[in-house]
C-alpha cells in the first residue's frame, strides 16, 4: 500500500516546520485511531459500529463504506489520484507531504469504514472455552505479519512519516528501494496478505463480519495487480525478475529456507 511520486524540495523557514509538525501530529493520531478501530470493531465481528441505520438501508449504507476504501485508494495512486493530492497541502509543500496526505486520507477512510458501521444486530458464531484463546492468538499473529509486512515495505512510507519528516529536514523525500526481503522474500504481497489474514481469524462471526471479509479480501487479491503495473514502471526489468522467482501470495516451501532467500535477494539486486 505505498506511494511512490515526483518530488518538491521544501522550502525553508518557520511555516515549513510548523505544517511539517502539524501534518505529522495529524497523520499519526489519525493512523492510530484507525488501527485500533479496524482491530476493536472487527474483534467483536462488527457489532460495535456507531450506525444506526436498519435493514435494508444498513446493507445499502456499509456497501457504501466498504466501496470507498478500495475505489478512493487506488484512485489516489493513479496518475491523477498523485495529482490531486500533491495539491491538497499548501502550494509550496504539496509534493513532499503526498505520503503524508495520503495516509491521512487513507486513516479517514478506514475510521468511517469501521466506526460509521450500521450492525444487522445478527450473531452467528461467538468464540468460547478454550476455542477463545485460540481464535485470539490467530488475531494477533495476522496483525502482527502485517506490522512486520510493513516494515518490511518501509514503515516511514507506510505510516505517512516520509513525507513531513523530509519536510521537517528539508530534504527531498528517499522513498525505500524496491522490497525483496524479510517477508517480501517469501511472497510479492505480504500487507495484502497479511491483511487479508486479520477479517479471517476474529472470534465472533456476523453478516457484517463476512460482508467485510469477502469484499476487502476481494480488494487484497485484486488492487495488488494494479500496484505491480506501476512496479513494473518504476522498476522495470529488476521487478520483472524479482515477480518470477517470487510467487504472489501463496509462498512454495522451498522459499521458506534462508539460503534460498539470499540467493534469490541476490539475483534480483543485480
Known amino acids: 500500500m505505498s506511494l511512490l511520486l515526483g518530488n518538491l524540495k521544501p522550502p525553508p523557514g518557520?511555516?515549513?516546520i510548523a505544517v511539517a509538525l502539524l501534518y505529522g501530529f495529524v497523520c499519526h493520531s489519525v493512523f492510530a485511531a484507525a488501527v485500533l478501530s479496524m482491530i476493536i470493531v472487527m474483534f467483536f465481528g462488527m457489532t460495535i459500529g456507531l450506525g444506526t441505520l436498519t435493514a435494508p438501508w444498513n446493507w445499502v449504507a456499509n456497501a457504501i463504506l466498504i466501496l470507498q476504501f478500495p475505489l478512493a485508494h487506488s484512485f489516489l495512486l493513479?496518475?491523477?489520484g498523485r495529482r490531486l493530492l500533491s495539491r491538497t497541502a499548501p502550494r509550496a509543500y504539496g509534493g513532499t507531504l503526498s505520503t503524508t496526505t495520503y495516509a491521512i486520507i487513507a486513516s479517514f477512510q478506514l475510521i468511517a469504514l469501521f466506526i460509521l458501521w450500521s450492525p444487522s444486530g445478527v450473531v452467528w458464531w461467538r468464540a468460547e472455552g478454550a476455542m477463545f484463546p485460540?481464535?485470539?492468538?490467530?488475531?494477533?499473529?495476522?496483525?502482527?505479519?502485517?506490522?512486520?509486512?510493513?516494515?518490511?515495505?518501509?514503515?516511514?512510507?507506510q505510516s505517512g512519516a516520509l513525507g513531513w519528516m523530509s519536510m521537517l529536514q528539508k530534504i527531498k523525500p528517499n522513498y525505500p528501494p524496491m522490497p525483496t526481503s524479510g517477508l517480501f522474500a517469501i511472497i510479492r504481497q505480504p500487507i495484502y496478505l497479511s491483511f487479508a489474514l486479520t477479517l479471517w481469524t476474529v472470534p465472533v462471526w456476523t453478516p457484517d463480519q463476512l460482508m467485510v471479509a469477502v469484499s476487502l479480501t476481494a480488494y487484497c487479491l485484486i488492487g495488488p495487480l494494479l500496484k505491480e503495473r506501476r512496479?513494473?514502471?518504476?522498476?522495470g526489468d529488476r521487478f520483472e525478475r524479482y515477480k518470477k522467482q517470487t510467487p504472489y501470495m501463496v509462498p512454495r516451501v522451498r522459499q521458506l529456507t534462508g539460503d534460498n532467500s539470499r540467493v534469490r535477494r541476490n539475483s534480483v539486486s543485480d
Not at 485460540?134 to 512510507?157: F, H, N
Not at 512496479?231 to 522498476?235: A, G, S
Open 231 to 235: 512496479f513494473v514502471e518504476l522498476f
Open 78 to 80: 493513479s496518475s491523477r
Open 14 to 16: 518557520r511555516a515549513r
Open 134 to 157: 485460540v481464535i485470539c492468538t490467530l488475531y494477533a499473529i495476522a496483525w502482527l505479519l502485517l506490522v512486520k509486512a510493513s516494515y518490511d515495505a518501509g514503515a516511514e512510507v
